[in-house]
């Protein structure tokens, strides 16, 4: 079993970038600036957004945090995103989610400039993300290619099964994995809640992307021996042995497949690192777009 350090490889991204930054202060250029909207008082919204704005002051980004009331209407929400939009400092902003129920999200992430959408959820974004033209990327996804490409995994000619198909992780994934790429040109199964023989799918599977939410829910005797598993899932669940009273657990029963499996994402230190790195590439890119 060879273990996908995420923590290892994301702190990688984040030195890449600070490195970039620090080239563009040398040579008088704009230092990437990336704005959150914060909309009421959810406190897991407030954490990532957090570890965001700790993440850009690491890079050397600037950063802005626009909070907003939980009363906030839409009519006024987009207001501000437009003044967003039309602020040439801000190179990229995410609008944390999830919304208030008032609000429509589809909405309000229609109305954020694709040019600044570096969470890539904008339609033109995600058309042309389907379309294999360079865009911003989803950051989850981004981290999934980065941990499968300097890990030197080979995509090509793989049978890679996608267990989920959310717009965030599952969808997407799904079409990089098969694009006419050198991250890529795999043999795609996208598997989701109305999948039928899930084992026999797993066990036909040389790369197995698990992006569903069902704690320990992939057992060695599912698996390939040797295949490679890129676990997204988190889920928190009771453990009264740690101090916390939770502990954080992945799709994959970890020491189920530890005999069985050839690379593996650890849950923590997988997956979820990658994704803040990503999101200040994608802002980087964007700054870069704009010189
Ligand atoms: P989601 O919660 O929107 O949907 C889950 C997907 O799993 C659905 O497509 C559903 O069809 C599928 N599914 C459910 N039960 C199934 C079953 N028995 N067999 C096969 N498929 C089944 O998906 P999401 O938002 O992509 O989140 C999935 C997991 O990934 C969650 O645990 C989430 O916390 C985690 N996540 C992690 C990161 C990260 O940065 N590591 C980012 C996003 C999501």
């Known amino acids: ?25 040398k040579n008088n250029l704009k230092i990437p600036h990336l704005a959150a909207i914060l909309v009421g008082d959810d406190g897991a919204s407030k954490t990532y957004v957090n570890s965001k704005i700790k993440a850009c002051e690491k890079v050397g980004f600037k950063s802005s945090l626009f909070k907003f009331d939980d009363s906030i209407s839409e009519i006024e929400l987009l207001n501000q995103i437009k003044n967003i939009n039309e602020n040439d400092d801000i190179d990229g902003f995410i609008v944390q989610l999830p919304l208030p129920k008032h609000i429509n999200q589809e909405v309000i992430l229609n109305k954020v400039s694709p040019a600044k959408d570096v969470d890539g959820f904008h339609p033109n974004n995600y058309g042309k993300m389907t379309l294999g033209i ?43 994995l098969s694009q006419n790429k ?42 390939k021996k040797g295949s490679s598993i890129i676990d997204v899932g988190i889920t928190r669940v009771d453990d009264l042995s740690s101090p916390k009273g939770y502990k954080i657990v992945g799709d994959v029963d970890f020491k189920s497949v530890s005999n069985t499996v050839g690379y593996i994402t650890p849950v923590p230190g997988g997956v979820g690192p990658m994704t803040i790195s990503m999101l200040l590439k994608n802002t980087l890119k964007a700054c870069e777009i704009s010189d």
């Open 182 to 223: 050198s991250f890529g040109n795999s043999t795609v199964t996208v598997a989701h809640s109305r999948s039928k023989d899930l084992e026999k799918l797993c066990l036909d599977s040389d790369i197995i992307i698990s992006a569903i939410g069902i704690p320990e829910f992939i057992k060695g005797n599912m698996i």
């Open 1 to 25: 079993m060879k273990l996908i350090d995420g923590k290892k490889i994301s702190e990688k991204v984040l030195d890449e970038i600070k490195f970039s930054v620090q080239n563009r202060v």
């Open 134 to 176: 360079d865009t911003f990327i989803p950051a989850t996804p981004a981290g999934i290619i980065e941990l499968i490409e300097r890990s030197e995994i080979q995509t090509e000619g793989k049978k890679c099964l996608v267990i989920g198909r959310s717009q965030i992780v599952g969808r997407p994934i799904s079409i990089l």
